[in-house]
């Protein structure tokens, strides 16, 4: 069964720093890209960065912001965000890609003081 479970979020001040989490099982990690989304209250869903087996890309408005990483060894894979901004609050969710998508349950993220 595959499963995508996300962590790290919460509450932080502008300028500050979170790591998003997202561990998954039920599939040969090393197979498969990984994407991060996030979700703002009232707007569309949208594609922050993906993760292939060797490269990444972002979001132009994350470029230089957030840096995304994985480690095959653990299942895991990692949003490194920085310099948040009040406008980066929204739900994070990771997503496997594949002819099957698969979806975390995603993770709060608000930037706030």
């Known amino acids: 069964q595959v499963q995508l479970v996300e962590s790290g979020g919460g509450l932080v001040q502008p300028g500050g720093s979170l790591r998003l989490s997202c561990a998954a099982s039920g599939f040969f990690f090393g197979n498969y890209a990984i994407s991060w989304y996030r979700q703002a209250p009232g707007k569309e869903r949208e594609l922050v960065s993906f993760i292939l087996v060797d490269s990444t890309n972002h979001a132009e408005s994350v470029k230089g912001q957030f840096t995304n990483t994985r480690e095959n060894g653990k299942n895991k894979v990692y949003l490194q965000m920085n310099s948040l901004k009040p406008e980066d609050t929204a739900v994070y969710y990771c997503?496997?890609?594949?002819?099957?998508?698969?979806w975390g349950q995603g993770n709060q993220v608000n930037v706030s003081s």
């Open positions: 997503r496997r890609g594949g002819r099957v998508g698969y």
